[in-house]
């Protein structure tokens, strides 16, 4: 499927990667109107220069690598790769003129953080940002979200090279006929939402006597890191801020629509709601949320500290929910989880946060879907042991549409399952590494990778520099589900080998 690479495939990666350039730069004038209407007149300076210098890198990169040639699949997986890493780049710039973060390094890891919609940050006195500052981490939320590649899709890459960088990206499914037009549905989904998620949230602010500027701002960031699972927050506090029960159960919802497959939504919209019911990968999602609040339970008969059961429902089911979205939100602080739950209810939340959500959704993790084929590759194996030899042993499931297993589905399940686990524990490992109990380590391992942003602590601006770096990568390898990190690996050593 991917051949060796050569020096040609340099040009088209770059121009492709000009034209991405650019893209942000465009999308960058929107915190730019923010701060006019908002007179943050500094802030609107810093996202000029920002807009600007992308604007101008990407033509440099047209300029120098002309061509618009059709991609194959070692350059599309390169260059989404590459996407996400310039995009964390250029997206660290505004924030790092803002003067809120301690150093560079500091605000490409809130970039990256934003654009894998994981949520953890580093950020200092967020209470007091401006509002274009607070404005761009939660849209580059909402840009992650969906992809940075749909982006591309939607206003720049064409005809057979659409289907490379899609994939690249870790989606698989086409949910309309062509990829653009997939692109292009993704974007109208979200779109919809976000007015309608926006004007709830916008009124359950007014009724708490939120001004309606400051409740319009709050409402529509609150859905851009509530839908894209992404967690960041407008106050230091996160969702514990608006001590609202409304606010909980909305940004519940909303996390819970961003974290089911866009087939799915296609579906319902297209007036097959049957869909909802007879999805595999959903009912495994509920089977999964139902068992993991049962063990968050089990670890919190021996110790509970909280004043009654509504109170416990509503603190530990919130964090179950955030956890297994990959949203990131949370209603208690980090030394809540740290001083008051249980080591077996944090693995719970450590559990859901590694499974994720749904596949082709907003949520990161293994995905829900490779875990269903994992366990009827089990079954199949049972059963075929358990059969006559001359039996056929075929396992089927409904997901969209009906589909036979084939052995190739449940390979590809367990070696991105067996690349999650790794990774988690390697985190986790680094992080006992610089001096943090191992419990906590693991938890802020899975939160990074799997795109999550529940914190115990550790993520801070005063955690180790070499720790920022690995969080980095593990955010990135986690959204992008490593094969297309693999890939640009291969690139760029096979650049420094004769050719």
């Not at 110790?303 to 964090?319: E, G, V």
């Not at 067996?418 to 906590?440: K, N």
């Not at 380590?441 to 990778?449: D, I, K, Q, R, Y």
Request: include cysteine; hydrophobic fraction near 50%.
């Amino acid at each position: 499927m991917i051949p060796h690479f050569s020096r040609e495939d340099v040009s088209p990666i770059l121009y492709y990667l000009g034209k991405l350039i650019i893209g942000l730069g465009i999308l960058m004038t929107v915190p730019v109107l923010l701060g006019i209407i908002s007179q943050e007149w500094a802030p609107a300076i810093d996202f000029i220069i920002s807009s600007l210098l992308c604007i101008a890198i990407g033509n440099f990169l047209l300029m120098t690598f002309p061509g618009e040639t059709e991609l194959n699949w070692r350059q599309g997986m390169s260059l989404v790769s590459l996407s996400w890493l310039a995009a964390m780049f250029f997206g660290a710039i505004p924030l790092f003129l803002s003067g809120h973060y301690n150093s560079f390094l500091d605000s490409l890891f809130e970039s990256m953080s934003a654009f894998a919609t994981t949520g953890l940050t580093l950020v200092n006195d967020l209470d007091h940002m401006a509002y274009s500052y607070n404005f761009w981490r939660h849209f580059m939320c909402f840009i992650g979200g969906q992809g940075i590649i749909l982006v591309a899709l939607t206003l720049f890459v064409k005809g057979g090279s659409a289907f490379k960088v899609y994939v690249g990206e870790a989606r698989e499914e086409k949910i309309m006929p062509n990829i653009i037009q997939t692109a292009r549905f993704i974007w109208f989904v979200s779109l919809t939402y976000l007015v309608i998620g926006t004007i709830i949230l916008f009124l359950i602010n007014i009724f708490r006597g939120i001004s309606p500027g400051r409740s319009l701002f709050h409402a529509v960031c609150l859905f851009m890191a509530g839908w894209d699972t992404a967690g960041f927050a407008t106050q230091s506090q996160n969702i514990l801020y608006y001590h609202s029960p409304a606010i909980e159960v909305a940004t519940a919802m909303l996390s819970l629509l961003g974290a089911v497959n866009f087939g799915v939504h296609y579906a319902v919209w297209t007036g097959r709601p049957r869909e909802l019911l007879r999805n595999y990968e959903l009912r495994v999602y509920i089977v999964s949320i139902l068992g993991l609040f049962a063990l968050i339970c089990v670890g919190f008969i021996m110790y509970f500290p909280f004043p009654d059961y509504l109170s416990f429902f509503r603190k530990s089911f919130y964090q179950l929910i955030s956890a297994h979205t990959g949203v990131g939100y949370s209603n208690v602080t980090p030394y809540h989880l740290v001083r008051y739950w249980p080591p077996l209810a944090l693995l719970g939340l450590i559990f859901a946060m590694g499974l994720g959500g749904s596949s082709s959704s907003t949520a990161g993790g293994i995905k829900i879907l490779r875990i269903g084929l994992f366990l009827k590759g089990m079954k199949k194996e049972i059963r075929i042991l358990t059969s006559p030899e001359s039996a056929v042993i075929v396992e089927k499931i409904h997901h969209i549409k009906d589909i036979t297993i084939a052995d190739e589905h449940i390979k590809m399940a367990v070696i991105i399952i067996l690349l999650y686990a790794a990774t988690y524990i390697g985190g986790g490992i680094m992080g006992v590494f610089y001096g943090y109990p191992f419990l906590p380590a693991l938890f802020e391992s899975v939160s990074a990778t799997a795109n999550v942003g529940l914190s115990m602590g550790i993520t801070s601006p005063g955690m180790p520099d070499g720790l920022k770096v690995v969080y980095i990568i593990q955010m990135w390898m986690g959204r992008l589900e490593f094969i297309s990190v693999f890939v640009l690996f291969k690139f760029m050593l096979s650049l420094k080998s004769p050719q």
